[in-house]
């Protein structure tokens, strides 16, 4: 039986499907402004949701959600398996280390597989850039990147932009995007797929972005997809709004990117004393796992007043929901979203 749209921003956006018209989550490239747009509105009722004593609705009951995670994490795993638990989904994880791929078996083999159990929905976190494209298209129900290799994370963007979006109205600021906005994105930006899925969310919504990296860490001509480009962190932190922390990504690293550990933390580290050069209330955000004492200082981690890091968390969840939510409307035969598969 079909089930009406209960979008609570549906009047703002194309109706039903047209709203969000892709079957995958693939990367923030594929997206328009308006679907961004409309994956944030969707995500605060769940906001609301996980904020209550009972955090449970029964919108995905009856469907398989499977993670299938070739590279480890801690919050994008335990977010999406929260995520599609709140949602009423039966929620299966795939841990590649336990899995077949330690015998070998290729990763159109183990698609294959997964597509042959019926999941209704398949997130993939893997090492190797385009990973998540390959299985789309070997799988009949939708998928959802998170994170693969140096490419894109496309939640974790979504959920950066959300709690941003948060903060900002805390600060009684109204505006629906980040026009205005100078984020700086510092750190390993050459092996990071959250600073290129951050750069494309965060200008789709306004903003201007600047990239701060030692030149060995920074991609080469990537001034062409409209970012500001710095080397020295304090010029690129004058007048900036948010400060982005990224770790190195060492697991990334074949051979030496930086001197030393101290050297890139007396150059690139935000310390307190550089925090003090930004704005009276830069924001800070991290998107996790952190190292403190290298890229950021706990001092300037734990800063109530300025630090984000932990609302980012809380935000993964609430925007995991509504990718969830919105990808499994087809199948579910949510009015105005299409046949039920
Ligand atoms: C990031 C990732 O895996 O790309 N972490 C995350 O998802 N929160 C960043 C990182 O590993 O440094």
């Not at 965060?202 to 480009?229: N, Y």
């Not at 922390?245 to 990117?257: P, V």
Request: glycine letters at 8%; hydrophobic letters at 45%.
């Amino acid at each position: 039986m079909a089930m009406t749209d209960t979008s609570p921003h549906a009047a703002r956006y194309p109706a039903g499907a047209q709203a969000f018209p892709h079957r995958d989550l693939l990367g923030i490239g594929q997206l328009e402004r308006h679907e961004i747009l409309f994956l944030l509105d969707e995500a605060e009722q769940w906001v609301e949701l996980n904020r209550q004593r009972t955090k449970h609705v029964d919108a995905l009951a009856g469907l398989t959600i499977i993670n299938a995670f070739f590279e480890n994490s801690t919050r994008t795993l335990l977010s999406f398996e929260i995520a599609g638990k709140r949602l009423g989904a039966d929620v299966v994880n795939m841990h590649a280390a336990q899995s077949s791929v330690k015998k070998g078996e290729t990763l159109i083999d183990t698609a294959i597989t997964l597509n042959a159990m019926r999941a209704d929905a398949i997130v993939i976190r893997h090492g190797s850039s385009g990973a998540t494209g390959l299985i789309a298209d070997k799988v009949d129900c939708p998928v959802l990147n998170a994170g693969d290799g140096q490419h894109e994370h496309p939640t974790q963007a979504l959920l950066d932009a959300l709690a941003l979006r948060h903060a900002l109205r805390e600060r009684g600021e109204t505006a629906n995007d980040f026009t205005g906005l100078t984020v700086v994105i510092c750190g390993d930006i050459l092996h990071s797929r959250v600073a290129r899925s951050n750069l494309l969310c965060l200008q789709a919504l306004g903003a201007t972005v600047r990239l701060c990296a030692p030149p060995a860490l920074m991609p080469a001509g990537i001034e062409a997809m409209g970012a500001e480009v710095f080397h020295d962190f304090d010029a690129a932190l004058d007048g900036a709004d948010v400060v982005m922390m990224l770790r190195l990504q060492t697991e990334r690293m074949s051979g030496q990117f930086i001197p030393s550990a101290r050297e890139y933390h007396h150059l690139y580290g935000l310390t307190k004393t550089r925090l003090a050069g930004a704005k009276d209330d830069t924001l800070v955000m991290h998107p996790g796992p952190m190292n403190r004492g290298v890229e950021i200082d706990s001092e300037v981690a734990d800063m109530i007043d300025r630090s984000i890091i932990t609302r980012q968390v809380e935000m993964g969840v609430a925007i995991r929901m509504a990718c969830l939510d919105v990808l499994t409307r087809r199948a579910r035969g949510v009015a105005g979203w299409g046949d039920a598969a």
